[in-house]
């Protein structure tokens, strides 16, 4: 079975531009949650999909937002980027029972760079 | 609100060293917890997971009990090898969001040889 897919593996990005990134889950699974992971505030939870809708959330100002599509793959995005946006994004895909802390696979990762 | 405390790194041992990585948690209710490695420029795996109280989770040699009296989810191996040198994260999920992962602050491990 294919693991977790992350495009692009890498992206360099200017101050005020947006961007998008897409996850493609684990086949059969529902949930797709992001993570930012930077080397001062460490791995930060962003969002959770299930079902095309969004079901948890984090600390992050609106400028992050996602969605998910029928077929589970999702995509975030980040509109007017800061330099404080660098970071690696981290999309994790589970069978997400209710309730139940199914395990969490991650894929590589996007490292975005903002200059 | 729930977080996870960990060990400071970087930690460097020699190989076949008895390996302990610290790791305490504050949650409300019944988490489940985990270990997550990542190594050099890929994402996270899961090394193990524990779901209940007094719950031993292992895997690769690697370790963990799910303390929950003293709120504890300390990671052991008794002999580790070069390719164990990874960063090593703990991190907790609550029932009711069972899919927002709460991670530590990561402790780099280095094993030489």
């Known amino acids: 079975k294919a693991g977790v897919t992350q495009t692009p593996r890498y992206l360099i990005k200017t101050r005020g531009q947006q961007v998008t990134l897409s996850c493609s889950p684990i086949s059969g699974h529902r949930s797709v949650s992001w993570y930012q992971q930077t080397p001062g505030q460490g791995l930060q939870f962003l969002f959770e999909y299930f079902s095309e809708t969004q079901r948890n959330k984090g600390n992050f100002p609106g400028r992050f937002s996602g969605r998910q599509f029928s077929n589970s793959r999702s995509e975030m995005n980040v509109s007017t980027l800061e330099l404080g946006d660098s970071a690696l994004y981290l999309c994790?895909?589970?069978?997400?029972?209710?309730?139940?802390?199914?395990?969490?696979?991650f894929g590589p990762g996007t490292r975005l760079t903002v200059l | 609100g729930n977080s996870v405390t960990q060990m400071e790194g970087p930690v460097t041992l020699s190989e076949e060293a008895f390996l302990t990585i610290n790791c305490t948690y504050t949650?409300?209710?019944?988490?489940?917890l985990f270990w997550y490695v990542q190594y050099p420029g890929e994402g996270l795996q899961l090394l193990l997971k524990?779901?209940?109280?007094?719950d031993k989770g292992s895997n690769k040699g690697f370790e963990a009990t799910y303390r929950k009296e003293t709120t504890s989810f300390h990671l052991e191996k008794g002999s580790v090898q070069v390719s164990d040198s990874a960063v090593y994260f703990c991190?907790?999920?609550?029932?009711?969001?069972?899919?927002?992962?709460?991670f530590g602050s990561g402790t780099r491990l280095s094993i030489r040889p």
């Open positions: 994790a895909s589970s069978l997400a029972s209710q309730g139940k802390a199914d395990t969490q696979y």
């Open positions: 949650a409300t209710g019944y988490p489940s």
């Open positions: 524990a779901t209940k109280a007094d």
């Open positions: 991190a907790l999920a609550g029932y009711s969001s069972a899919s927002k992962i709460i």
